[in-house]
């Protein structure tokens, strides 16, 4: 029986349209152009950080982002906040914990998404990031982690979130029950696979599907 459920942050949670067209901005590379490239990356389960050295070979992302930071130090430039929550995420996570489900909030994120978070104060009963726990998916030892935050055999957890490799696979080798959300560049093209059927114990379009699903596992 399912008794938590542990959810990703980027194209699960946050819509990161924002997020990359301001990086398109700052390397002056055009919004469709930059997209475009990410879709192709997400469509090899490459990195996203390989869109940065294919359209600028070289570049040092994080200097970049320093020099971003020093730049417009009160913009958001490649973080977030609540205007990029989808707009199920509140309604489906407080539906979740009416339920009486444990709703967990982990992935792969820099501390100040963290801050970020906790700020938009949403219906779960905690927050982590990989940074902050100094591991990140898809090690297993960042399952581990959720394992332990939860404080449920893995098997009781689903882990939801947009892709095969970072999330369906190594939270399955792990022992949890999976969803696979279809939105986002990674979602639609993962779902999209033929091993999503699977791998994944659930494909849903939305937040809103878990909940009447959930008996079901």
């Keep these: 029986m ?30 469709l152009t930059f997209m475009g490239v990410l879709g192709g990356v997400a469509a090899l389960e490459r990195s996203h950080r390989d869109v940065f050295t294919i359209l ?57 998404a963290y801050d970020a978070l906790v ?15 100094g591991v990140a998916k898809p090690a297993p030892s960042f399952f581990a982690k959720v394992a332990s935050v939860a404080g449920r055999e893995p098997a009781e957890i689903l882990y939801v979130g947009d892709r095969l490799d970072n999330d369906i696979r190594p939270a399955r080798a792990a022992g949890m029950r999976t969803a696979l959300l279809r939105r986002g ?19 849903v379009d939305d937040l809103h599907a878990l909940l009447p699903a959930l008996p079901g596992l």
Aim: no cysteine; aromatic share 8%; charged share 25%.
């Design 2 to 31: 399912i008794k938590a459920l542990v959810f990703d942050v980027g194209e699960t949670l946050i819509d990161e349209t924002r997020i990359w067209s301001r990086w398109a901005d700052r390397l002056g590379v055009p919004r």
């Design 56 to 112: 600028r070979p070289g570049l040092d992302v994080e200097a970049e982002a320093a020099a971003w930071k020093r730049d417009d130090p009160a913009g958001l430039r490649n973080h977030f906040d609540a205007d990029d929550l989808y707009p199920d995420v509140r309604p489906a996570l407080s539906a979740l914990r009416a339920a009486g489900y444990q709703v967990v909030i982990a992935g792969n994120q820099p501390v100040e």
């Design 119 to 133: 700020a938009m104060e949403l219906p779960a009963d905690s927050v982590h990031t990989s940074d902050g726990w």
């Design 185 to 203: 560049p990674w979602g639609f093209l993962h779902a999209a696979n033929p091993e999503a059927a699977g791998q994944a114990d659930l494909v």
